[in-house]
């Protein structure tokens, strides 16, 4: 157990639909960061905030915003969803920036149907 | 912009045998680079991490990786296979630049173990 915890662990939807991820970082970690995996684009990363701030962004699609609140914890919003979506996505949590190493949460599993 | 190139994809050692996975890097600054590995339907847990000092760096679970600068390798090694080894295994480089401090992973190996 990584103390990094992701909800849900699944969620099924539909195209053009809305979904929330929430992720709770490890205690003390101040940096959050998310990634997609998937089959044909491996693990990708998609945004890193660090205390609140959004501190780098990767390979997010306008469609795809994310947040980091005062208590930490952080959401990734994914909206207008396409089949390709569909993904496990990753949250992990880092005591700051590098080079401490990410904390991996167990993964969200999207399937948009 | 920094890389990471796995050779193989998929890699079956038989039980007790010698593991080697291999990792090449791209880098435009001295990179930190770390070993993950994924079990079936679980996030990633890191296996060790190199960041500066001494080149042979061990991690949990008898796994070790050497940093060689000259080859831009860190391959993942370890003595003896064990059943419970079988999984993914991904390599990251991260460039710890300053806004840029994110990983960069491999596109992974799948280890399988003969019994």
């Known amino acids: 157990d990584s103390g990094v915890t992701q909800t849900p662990k699944h969620l099924i939807t539909a195209t053009g639909q809305r979904v929330t991820l929430r992720c709770s970082p490890r205690?003390?970690?101040?940096?959050v960061y998310w990634y997609q995996q998937s089959l044909d684009q491996g693990l990708q990363f998609l945004i890193q905030?660090?205390?609140?701030?959004?501190?780098a962004k990767g390979n997010i699609l306008e469609r795809f915003s994310a947040q980091q609140f005062p208590d930490l914890h952080s959401e990734l919003n994914l909206s207008s969803l396409e089949l390709g979506d569909s993904a496990l996505y990753f949250c992990?949590?880092?005591?700051?920036?590098?080079?401490?190493?990410?904390?991996f949460g167990p993964g969200t599993r999207l399937t948009v149907t | 912009a920094q890389s990471v190139t796995q050779l193989g994809s998929h890699v079956s050692v038989s039980e007790g045998a010698l593991v080697l996975l291999r990792c090449n890097y791209s880098s435009s600054v001295p990179p930190y680079l770390f070993w993950y590995v994924q079990y079936p339907n679980q996030g990633l847990q890191l296996l060790l991490k190199y960041t500066t000092g001494a080149t042979l760096v061990k991690g949990i679970n008898g796994f070790e990786a050497e940093f060689k600068k000259s080859e831009t390798s860190f391959h993942l090694t370890k003595p003896s296979a064990h059943m419970s080894d079988a999984a993914e295994y991904f390599c990251a480089v991260s460039d710890h630049i300053f806004g840029n401090e994110k990983l960069t992973f491999g596109t992974g190996t799948r280890l399988t173990i003969i019994p």
């Open positions: 992990a949590s880092s005591v700051g920036v590098s080079p401490y190493e990410q904390y």
């Open positions: 905030y660090y205390n609140g701030e959004e501190r």
């Open positions: 205690s003390g970690d101040l940096s």
